[in-house]
């Protein structure tokens, strides 16, 4: 058998092979799915909804940690958003290439992947002892918002290289200075992707649970948060407390809950691809 047909052999093996992988991780997924949806889809209803925690299973809800997820979501987005753009659009257009930059560069891109559990640690001792904000919803959001940070930044600077040179070019030439050229050419052209890397970068944001339980969220908490310093609970710790619970109505809660979050997880998702769609569009 000569070289050329032994490649072809490697090449369908290869192909079969990762053909296996793709629909054993479906298989795997849809087992999951089917699972959550036909223990949770029972449960889930208005009262599911709106109702407080309980001690019994029949009665308990999800309504405070559903609020302290939306609470959360809100400070992380008004925190990590103008930060992650503002430090993006200062390496992309203004930094000049040094050592410093350089090595901003390469620590921010490492940071994307440090655990999670790390920037909690960070959060505790800055923002709950140092800061002494205590396990309140700002302390949540600073924290979370540290965690995407370098999400938004790597997101904003790929979609301002994005943008065709031309577009640069033009603006200058008819004498536009730096700043209105970012503000009036580079952003409303980029703004599809970096929306996309946002609503991405919350979408893993909203799922964590680490960093939250690190810095003293609470698995009950009898209220939803009225301010940014109250104390509050969120869906993924309301399912690890639930499913950590003996009772097998717990389990079903967890299951409904679960259905709840991966809604919203899906709900971000497919706005992040509709905006990038349209854009991308929009600029073709």
């Known amino acids: 058998m000569n070289n050329i047909k032994t490649n072809r052999l490697k090449d369908q093996a290869f192909k079969i092979w990762g053909i296996a992988?793709?629909?054993?991780?479906?298989?795997?997924?849809?087992?999951?799915?089917?699972?959550?949806?036909?223990?949770?889809?029972?449960?889930?209803?208005?009262?599911?909804?709106?109702?407080?925690?309980?001690?019994?299973?029949?009665?308990?809800g999800i309504y405070t940690a559903l609020m302290g997820s939306v609470w959360i979501l809100v400070f992380t987005t008004i925190i990590a958003l103008p930060l992650g753009i503002a430090?993006?659009?200062?390496?992309?257009?203004?930094a000049k290439q040094s050592r410093l930059s350089s090595l901003l560069e390469v620590n921010i891109s490492n940071l994307a992947g440090v655990p999670s559990i790390i920037y909690g640690l960070l959060g505790l001792e800055v923002f709950v002892r140092i800061m002494e904000?205590?396990?309140?919803?700002?302390?949540?959001?600073?924290?979370?918002?540290?965690?995407?940070?370098?999400?938004?930044?790597?997101?904003?600077?790929?979609?301002?290289?994005?943008?065709?040179?031309?577009?640069?070019?033009?603006?200058?030439?008819?004498?536009?200075?730096?700043?209105?050229?970012?503000?009036?050419?580079?952003?409303?052209?980029?703004?599809?992707?970096?929306?996309?890397?946002?609503?991405?970068?919350?979408?893993?944001?909203?799922?964590?649970?680490?960093p939250l339980i690190v810095i003293g969220a609470l698995a009950y908490v009898p209220f939803a948060p009225e301010s940014p310093m109250d104390e509050f609970s969120v869906l993924p710790i309301q399912i690890f407390n639930w499913i950590s619970r003996p009772k097998h109505g717990f389990e079903i809660n967890a299951a409904a809950a679960i259905i709840v979050l991966l809604l919203i997880t899906f709900i971000l998702n497919g706005i992040a691809v509709y905006f990038r769609n349209r854009w991308q569009s929009k600029f073709k």
């Open 133 to 210: 904000m205590g396990a309140s919803v700002l302390a949540g959001s600073f924290t979370l918002a540290l965690l995407i940070l370098p999400i938004v930044i790597v997101a904003t600077r790929e979609s301002l290289k994005a943008v065709p040179k031309s577009i640069r070019d033009a603006s200058f030439a008819l004498g536009a200075s730096k700043w209105q050229t970012v503000s009036q050419q580079l952003l409303p052209a980029s703004f599809g992707g970096i929306l996309t890397g946002v609503i991405l970068a919350l979408s893993r944001a909203v799922g964590e649970t680490a």
């Open 21 to 60: 992988c793709t629909f054993l991780g479906l298989i795997l997924l849809t087992i999951f799915i089917g699972s959550i949806l036909i223990d949770g889809l029972q449960r889930i209803d208005w009262d599911f909804i709106t109702s407080l925690p309980s001690r019994k299973a029949e009665r308990a």
């Open 87 to 94: 430090a993006a659009i200062y390496l992309e257009e203004y």
